[in-house]
């Protein structure tokens, strides 16, 4: 079992809905969890981090923590074409405290 | 402007001839990192550094070397570079652990015939 799960995807989801990205883990230890996006061919930037369970909201993006479940969500409202990108999910654990790293969802948005 | 720099950006190399990747901030962060990038796999860790002077293996050091003589300077090195080493490479820092926000550099594409 990899250490942090993510569809590969592609998602493809039409401008204007909702998009919906998951991600498990499995170090029970992780407090923080980080939210990556990578447009193909450049490097990754970060969108958000969440450290609470429940909801965080920031502009159009939603991060969404269940500890108990060991899964991250990232929800992105009224999808636009720049939101085509790949999408690293990575908690903060392991024996080291560095950052575990998914293989990441590449999500299309169809115009 | 704040950044990460790193070169060379593509570098063609044959197997057992030694490389080094540089990276340099200008943000005056105390972390560094150096990750590679493979299909299907994800950003895996090489090495990190916490300070001047001070690096930690990663998920997959095997094959790297690196040192921090500076806080700004982080050089991977590739002693002797092996195919399975074709790769992706990020270098990223931050301003403090790795669990604050890591800004990256825009990568170094390596083939190693």
């Known amino acids: 079992q990899k250490e942090v799960e993510q569809n590969s995807g592609p998602l493809s989801v039409p401008e204007g809905a909702i998009a919906s990205l998951n991600c498990t883990y499995s170090?029970?230890?992780?407090?923080?969890f980080f939210w990556y996006r990578q447009y193909s061919g450049k490097s990754p930037e970060l969108i958000m981090f969440?450290?609470s369970n429940g909801d965080k909201e920031d502009g159009r993006f939603t991060a969404q923590l269940n500890k108990a479940s060991q899964y991250v969500s990232l929800l992105i409202r009224d999808s636009q074409p720049s939101d085509s990108a790949t999408y690293l999910c990575?908690?903060?654990?392991?024996?080291?405290?560095?950052?575990?790293w998914g293989a990441g969802t590449k999500l299309i948005i169809k115009p | 402007e704040a950044q990460v720099t790193q070169n060379p950006r593509y570098l063609i190399t044959v197997t057992g001839k030694k490389l080094t990747v540089t990276c340099s901030q200008n943000?005056?962060?105390?972390?560094m990192s150096w990750y590679r990038q493979d299909p299907g796999l994800g950003l895996r860790q090489i090495y990190y550094?916490?300070?001047?002077?001070?690096?930690d293996k990663g998920d997959v050091p095997e094959g790297y070397k690196v040192s921090r003589k500076e806080k700004r300077n982080f050089p991977l090195i590739l002693e002797s570079p092996s195919p399975n080493q074709t790769s992706l490479y990020f270098c990223?820092?931050?301003?403090?652990?790795?669990?604050?926000?890591?800004?990256f550099g825009p990568g170094t594409r390596l083939l190693v015939l």
């Open positions: 990223a820092s931050s301003l403090g652990a790795s669990g604050e926000t890591q800004y």
């Open positions: 943000m005056n962060h105390e972390y």
């Open positions: 550094s916490m300070n001047v002077e001070v690096t």
């Open positions: 170090d029970r230890g992780s407090q923080s």
């Open positions: 969440i450290y």
């Open positions: 990575a908690p903060l654990g392991g024996s080291n405290y560095q950052l575990i």
